[in-house]
């Protein structure tokens, strides 16, 4: 908060670049995006499009008439500030669907909770109450001559007490920060209210607001690649590109239309390709590989919104084709990225580094497990694909027992689980097809 009161008191005195002004204003959000404090955040983004606007106006209207600003420099600083909005957006949309997992999570905790005392045994519950009863009456007998002795009523919890414990319980941005503090987030001398409407402050709870802040982050995108084109800035032009893709994933988990799902998830697709098919390898290797790597994810998510739409209801042979496609194109994503770890001569390394290895194995995995997804033409076709995923998962094993060392922090556990037990459980598997083809 030290921050905001710097530049409120910048602004006050009246001496002061606006650009610049703007540009840290809308700097500091982010911030407050890491505290979770969307409020502040979005007040700090709103007064720097607010100051930035009055810049852009015409001499006449515009309180900085005396001052001359290069118009490239207006329309970077925009830019900047639009790119801020955007993680804004990304940010929030992100957190709000760690929220509704988190609350689905607590849900189901709740259910399976309640599930196992409905059979707990009758008389353990008898027993528990009884005790209860005792240890009440223990307390009730401590509380009067505790009374007695101190020649004064048992008092029970003021208002204010519960408050305060209240209080303490919540986590929230107001325990992070002395409570004084909280006022020196306001600038009250700038006219904010119009920008603060264009998103919502708080974390989402339904499609209708996830979409609200959809809207508006993509709408961010818009105005931000204008300056930050793909020639001359392709670093930037590709991050807010990604942060697009980001804003139709988070938006698809408040969805409950598994075909509007797919649709999002095509965009994130159409929107990555558009922008990982020119890039020279050579020179965004790098790029080029988490743009891959995320290509392989959506078309892997799309496989599965269709094998769950596809368990509701009837699919034509046509429909199944397509499926299969979806998953030959996840699997080519995803070898695409493992090539791209070949160092300059074409050879894979015997030790990937560290940023690496988990996308590599998961990679591996991925399509594996994409290979038993194929609904294959005859008996044949199923071996050749089994056969495939075995070798894949074995190819993920291969690296993680190699390389111990390295992969134990790899939060790699969960998936080299899988991949051992169908590594193990293919070749039968496989045998028993063999035999009944027989």
Request: with cysteine; glycine share 2%; aromatic share 8%.
């Amino acid at each position: 908060s030290s921050g905001i009161n710097a530049e409120y008191g910048q602004l006050e005195a009246d001496e002061f670049d606006p650009l610049d002004w703007s540009l840290n204003c809308a700097t500091l959000s982010q911030y407050y995006v890491t505290m979770n404090n969307y409020v502040s955040a979005r007040h700090t983004l709103a007064c720097a499009s607010s100051v930035l606007s009055n810049v852009q106006e015409s001499s006449e209207n515009s309180q900085y008439s005396d001052e001359s600003y290069d118009n490239e420099k207006i329309l970077k600083t925009r830019a900047d500030i639009e790119r801020c909005w955007i993680k804004f957006c990304v940010n929030l949309l992100k957190d709000s669907v760690a929220d509704l997992e988190a609350s689905d999570l607590s849900d189901k905790v709740s259910k399976i909770t309640e599930m196992k005392n409905t059979f707990e045994d009758e008389e353990d519950k008898a027993e528990e109450l009884e005790e209860k009863k005792e240890e009440e009456e223990e307390k009730k007998e401590d509380e009067k001559i505790e009374d007695l002795e101190a020649g004064e009523k048992t008092s029970e919890k003021t208002a204010e007490e519960e408050e305060e414990e209240e209080l303490k319980k919540r986590k929230t941005f107001s325990d992070l920060v002395d409570i004084e503090d909280l006022e020196l987030l306001r600038i009250t001398n700038v006219e904010s209210g119009q920008y603060e409407e264009l998103v919502p402050g708080e974390l989402c709870k339904t499609y209708e607001d996830a979409r609200k802040v959809f809207k508006a982050g993509s709408k961010f995108v818009e105005n931000a690649v204008k300056h930050y084109t793909f020639d001359g800035y392709v670093t930037d032009y590709a991050e807010i590109k990604q942060d697009l893709s980001s804003l139709y994933k988070n938006l698809a988990v408040f969805d409950t239309d598994e075909s509007r799902k797919c649709k999002m998830h095509k965009r994130r697709v159409d929107t990555l390709t558009e922008l990982v098919s020119p890039l020279n390898i050579q020179h965004f290797r790098q790029l080029c590989r988490q743009l891959r790597f995320e290509l392989g994810e959506v078309k892997n998510t799309m496989v599965s919104l269709k094998y769950s739409i596809a368990a509701e209801m009837p699919v034509d042979q046509q429909n199944w084709k397509k499926i299969n496609n979806l998953c030959f194109g996840a699997i080519q994503e995803f070898e695409n990225f493992c090539d791209l770890l070949r160092d300059p001569n074409d050879k894979f390394p015997e030790t990937l580094s560290n940023e690496t290895v988990r996308p590599y194995v998961v990679s591996q995995i991925y399509i594996a497990r994409l290979y038993g997804k194929f609904r294959p033409a005859d008996t044949a076709q199923k071996l050749v694909f089994l056969a495939k995923a075995e070798t894949h998962f074995k190819k993920a094993l291969e690296y993680y027992d190699g390389h111990l060392n390295q992969c134990r922090n790899m939060d790699l556990k969960e998936e080299i689980d899988v991949a051992r037990e169908m590594a193990h459980f293919l070749p039968r598997k496989m045998e028993r097809i063999r035999q009944m083809g027989n």
